[in-house]
């Protein structure tokens, strides 16, 4: 058994290791790619029961919400910019609700660029009123996990003018229609979803403070990937690169192929840090890690400890160069695992 021990070879070891680590990687890589995950947290809503807003004092009349998102103008999930073409409706009583005030709605982090005047009609003793309006949205979305990133995008509708005391929204998933037609470069709606319930928000009034409650509804699209294009063309060339890097460790290190061997992984730690300006120009802005990140150091890191392991190497025996080995790919499928497994 120590026999077999001593002759193991390097070369062995590391065309094992590597497979083994890229196998590991794709099952690691597995639930990420086929289940949405959005980082995106909903949109704070106070919900309240019927009983709970009688003892505010008013008789909340309902009125019900829908949307209908006819097109998208602009989508760029890397900023969070959006333009959309939108048809806003309610329903209610007239006699209860005031239509001038209905109208006075506003949304978070968007701006109207365009609103048509109202479209009336009857639908039974009930008024349905719609708006045609097209809206610049900028939502703040969450990239920790690109590029295995999913996303919901909010738009939120808020009615400064109504009060607990007079109106509550209504909506059911119903409601909420998406055009199938759309086209979203890279990405695909798989979902969407409506809630309802109030703002809250402190007055000062006499030198008091007091809660005020304003209806408001949060529309979400959930979108994922159409493809992994993304994650392969930041994945695979840093693989590549480690793989040129550790063949240096499968080769017999003599005093006359020294040099070459260093140089060779000094090469792979400045391919990966040249190949970083085309993960910078594919990626997000943000001032916190994400998993490309995570992953970037930690081939360079690997990369690094490759060229201090190169310049002892001719003083190394086989036996510890394929330790060696075995503990950097084990580092790497750990480290791996930590940050897949902290981010989902």
């Known amino acids: 058994m120590k026999l077999k021990i001593k002759k193991l070879k390097p070369a062995n070891v590391v065309l094992s290791c590597f497979f083994i680590f890229f196998i590991?990687?794709?099952?690691?890589l597995r639930k990420p790619l086929t289940t949405f995950a959005a980082s995106e947290p909903f949109v704070n809503l106070v919900s309240f029961t019927p009983q709970k807003i009688a003892e505010f004092g008013g008789a909340t009349t309902k009125v019900d919400v829908g949307m209908n998102i006819r097109e998208i103008r602009y989508f760029n999930i890397l900023s969070g910019d959006f333009v959309l073409d939108i048809t806003i409706w309610f329903k209610f009583d007239h006699r209860l609700v005031f239509l001038d005030r209905i109208g006075k709605f506003k949304f978070d982090r968007a701006v109207i660029l365009e609103k048509g005047p109202p479209y009336k009609s009857l639908v039974g003793k009930k008024t349905l009123v719609s708006y045609d309006m097209r809206i610049k949205l900028r939502d703040t979305l969450n990239y920790k996990r690109f590029p295995l990133d999913d996303h919901r995008i909010f738009i939120t509708l808020t009615n400064f003018f109504l009060t607990i005391l007079e109106v509550s929204f209504?909506?059911?998933?119903?409601?909420?229609?998406?055009?199938?037609?759309?086209?979203?470069?890279?990405?695909?709606c798989v979902g969407k979803s409506v809630r309802t319930g109030f703002l809250e928000r402190d007055i000062k009034l006499n030198g008091r403070v007091r809660k005020e409650y304003y209806p408001r509804i949060v529309f979400a699209l959930d979108f994922e990937r159409s493809g992994i294009r993304n994650i392969l063309t930041i994945v695979i060339p840093l693989l590549i690169i480690f793989f040129i890097s550790s063949i240096t460790l499968a080769i017999?290190?003599?005093?006359?192929?020294?040099?070459?061997?260093?140089?060779?992984?000094?090469?792979s730690v400045t391919a990966i840090i040249a190949y970083r300006f085309i993960i910078d120009n594919m990626s997000p802005k943000t001032g916190y890690f994400m998993i490309s990140d995570h992953f970037f150091f930690l081939f360079l890191f690997a990369c690094c400890v490759i060229i201090i392991f190169n310049v002892f190497g001719e003083r190394i025996s086989n036996f510890y160069k394929s330790i060696f080995v075995l503990l950097l790919y084990v580092i790497l499928t750990m480290a791996s695992i930590v940050i897949l497994y902290a981010a989902f």
């Open 252 to 267: 017999e290190h003599t005093k006359e192929n020294k040099t070459r061997l260093i140089t060779m992984a000094i090469a």
């Open 24 to 28: 590991i990687l794709i099952f690691l």
């Open 170 to 188: 209504v909506a059911y998933n119903s409601n909420f229609t998406y055009n199938p037609e759309i086209q979203t470069q890279g990405w695909v």
